[in-house]
């Protein structure tokens, strides 16, 4: 019998770069070609709505809110059922304790397809540990840049603001437009002191 060939595809960059896009265009490949998906999202993100994924362009696809801790891993098997193409969006909130890249890179290894979204840095420009090895075990990696809210360069980089000014405040605070924008490295501001999170 043919093995199929499974694969991690990672769709990376800042805020406002339509990586969410990017991961819907992807899944909806597949459903025009007549496959089943399941696409999950972390539940802590509770932005436009409960039973969906949306772009800020405000394309829609119906997601299963997960649990991105320990139960993580056997919530998602009760969900995929036979489905071998997945998706994961903002898989940056996943906590290391759900080892949720080991169980990606064995479903790949089991013939399944794994599309992920994921922030490449938080607003301190620091890297998030589960994008990083999420990466590091991606088949496919699509960069992608958003447009810097001062100057109109390349943005990779996701500024936290609080009364027009940059913000370093510890906690996530989920949000669009008005509270993060993207910047270029030069428009960036980076913290002045070390902050540990
Ligand atoms: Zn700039």
Not at 170 to 183: A, M
Request: hydrophobic content about 35%; proline content about 4%; glycine content about 8%.
């Amino acid at each position: 019998m043919e093995r199929k060939v499974g694969k991690i595809v990672t769709i990376t960059g800042p805020m406002f770069s339509g990586k969410t896009s990017r991961l819907i265009e992807l899944l909806e490949r597949h459903m025009r070609a007549g496959r089943d998906i399941a696409l999950f999202k972390p539940n802590i993100d509770s932005r436009y709505s409960d039973n969906e994924v949306t772009s800020h362009k405000g394309i829609k696809m119906n997601a299963i809110k997960s649990p991105i801790g320990k139960d993580s891993i056997k919530f998602i098997k009760s969900r995929i059922n036979g489905i071998n193409i997945i998706g994961f969006d903002e898989i940056q909130f996943w906590k290391e304790s759900s080892h949720i890249d080991d169980f990606i890179d064995d479903l790949a290894f089991s013939g399944n397809i794994v599309y992920c979204s994921a922030l490449n840095r938080d607003h301190f420009g620091k890297p998030f540990l589960m994008t990083k090895k999420i990466m590091s075990i991606s088949d496919e990696i699509y960069s992608l840049t958003a447009v810097c809210s001062k100057c109109g360069e390349d943005a990779t980089f996701t500024q936290r603001i609080k009364n027009g000014k940059p913000d370093f405040g510890n906690l996530i605070e989920i949000g669009g437009k008005g509270l993060y924008e993207p910047r270029c490295r030069n428009c960036y501001v980076k913290p002045t002191r070390i902050i540990h999170l």
